[in-house]
């Protein structure tokens, strides 16, 4: 971990948490409702461009420094692990996403594709860029397969069990899988596995304080991009 590209990845996460928090709050919709343009307190209509709080009444779109907090954690540690390597700007590409979703799945329970799908080409872009930098294409390759792969599981598991996962899920999956395919067969295993096992831990302890009872559905996409996130930082490559 090197600690000055911690402190650059905290300060960029910071500004970056912020640069989201207006698409978050847009995106935190039910399926199928449109974005939401206007502020829910007082109604004003909600800039389409950086937006923190309402115009007119000032109240903070999503709760306060949430975002850039997370964002400013999983950039340190990214960057912190990851500087100096050509993935890491993919990476960290990937580290805002996913705090983007992450938010968006707890608040409202969706993966919005606008999202997800756009993550494709970009992820892929730098990855390939990576690729030529490190002249590594054997990594690039398992990229692609590694995702292929992790959506493909998921949606098999999403067949055997509906309700469990969503077309969401899937997709976020498939983003999850070209990092980790890129990092390793067994950097992609362990890190899809500890997104199960953080959502097992994480439901046992919800039902214990009975937040949830056994018919309710968790957001899954948080675990499935906090395991991928420890497992890259476990990564030896
Ligand atoms: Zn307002």
Redesign the pocket.
């Known amino acids: 971990m090197n600690p000055i590209w911690a402190v650059a990845g905290a300060v960029a996460g910071l500004l970056a948490g912020a640069a989201i928090r207006g698409t978050v709050f847009r995106l935190s919709v039910a399926s199928g409702d449109p974005e939401r343009i206007a ?1 829910p ?2 109604s ?1 209509p909600i800039s389409r461009r950086l937006a923190l709080r ?1 115009g ?2 000032r ?1 903070s779109l999503g709760p306060p420094l949430a975002l850039e907090l997370s964002t400013a954690g999983v950039l340190a540690l990214l960057l912190g692990r990851f500087a100096g390597q050509p993935d890491v700007v993919a990476f960290a590409f990937l580290g805002v996403l996913g705090v983007a979703l992450a938010a968006i799945d707890i608040a409202v329970q969706r993966l919005p594709d606008l999202l997800t799908l756009t993550a494709y080409p970009i992820l892929i872009a730098l990855l390939a860029g990576a690729a030529i930098a490190g002249h590594d294409f054997a990594a690039l390759l398992r990229a692609l397969l590694g995702g292929l792969a992790l959506a493909g599981v998921f949606l098999v598991l999403a067949l055997i069990r509906p309700g469990q996962l969503g077309g969401g899920d899937i997709k976020l999956a498939g983003v999850a899988g070209l990092a980790l395919g890129w990092l390793g067969w067994p950097v992609l295993i362990v890190g899809a596995a500890l997104g199960f096992v953080l959502s097992a831990v994480v439901s046992v302890a919800l039902l214990a304080a009975r937040r949830v009872t056994l018919h309710s559905t968790i957001s899954f996409g948080p675990f499935l991009l906090g395991g991928a996130l420890l497992a890259m930082l476990a990564s030896r490559r």
């Open positions: 502020c307190r007082c004003a309402c007119r009444c109240s």
